[in-house]
């Protein structure tokens, strides 16, 4: 699953790309540290949640695998593993909102074409290029 995947075809760049590039897109020394400041901040949010949605794909095959799942654990426990998905994603997507309004349109343009969304001369390359 592309967490941030609507994010970066719909030009909306995320923080760890953007440090990538950082040289590439002639990244000021206040916007390195902004964007790396954005970074650390997913990443000390994204790594817990990923670490419980692990932890409840691993208590959903113990169901199944110890044969006592019901209908009504079944459907709790996907209702936990949703929830956990969605705020997983919502941790990558909100950081491409804020990665997004560091840069200025001429960093925007490049990163599309070092990413392959853009050519060069500002045309779309097919959207699921990733």
Do not use: C, W
């Not at 967490?3 to 990244?27: C, I, K, Q, T």
């Not at 936990?80 to 997004?100: D, F, P, V």
């Amino acid at each position: 699953m592309g967490l941030a995947l609507a994010a970066e075809l719909n030009g909306y760049p995320g923080p760890s790309h953007v440090l990538e590039f950082g040289d590439r897109l002639d990244l000021t020394a206040d916007q390195r540290i902004q964007v790396q400041r954005l970074f650390d901040a997913m990443k000390q949010e994204a790594v817990p949640l990923g670490n419980k949605l692990v932890e409840q794909e691993t208590e959903l095959d113990g169901l199944f695998s110890a044969r006592v799942v019901t209908s009504e654990s079944l459907k709790a426990t996907l209702a936990a593993i949703s929830e956990t998905q969605a705020l997983l994603r919502e941790s990558h997507l909100k950081y491409h909102l804020s990665t997004t309004a560091l840069l200025d349109r001429s960093q925007m343009q490049r990163y599309a074409e070092l990413r392959g969304y853009q050519r060069p001369d500002g045309s779309e390359k097919h959207k699921h290029h990733h």
